[in-house]
């Protein structure tokens, strides 16, 4: 998704709020910045975004049985402001 100029990724989850997670191959220059949601059509809640670099971290690489991947928490996710006028 492209918003503002920035190349968004959108991860979305099933699970409420569940994790915000990209795959061990992903490289912090693929996109700018990651939003996680979570819910099934036709209903999503934003839970939050970070910038790339700050998700494709080795900080954030860990296995939660589907591998490593890069995890990062509802917590640690910044709060989506928007405006109907931006």
């Known amino acids: 998704m492209i918003y503002k100029d920035y190349r968004i990724d959108v991860k979305s989850t ?3 709020p569940g994790y915000l997670m990209a795959k061990n191959w992903r ?3 693929d996109c700018d910045m990651y939003v996680h949601v979570s819910g099934k059509l036709p209903r999503y809640t934003i839970n939050g975004w970070v910038w790339s670099n700050e998700l494709i971290s080795a900080a954030n ?3 939660m049985g589907y591998g490593e991947h ?3 928490e ?3 996710l910044r709060e989506w ?3 109907k006028n931006q």
């Open 14 to 16: 099933r699970s409420e």
């Open 27 to 29: 490289k912090a220059g």
């Open 61 to 63: 690489l860990n296995d």
């Open 70 to 72: 890069y995890y990062m």
């Open 74 to 76: 509802p917590n640690q």
């Open 81 to 83: 402001k928007f405006a």
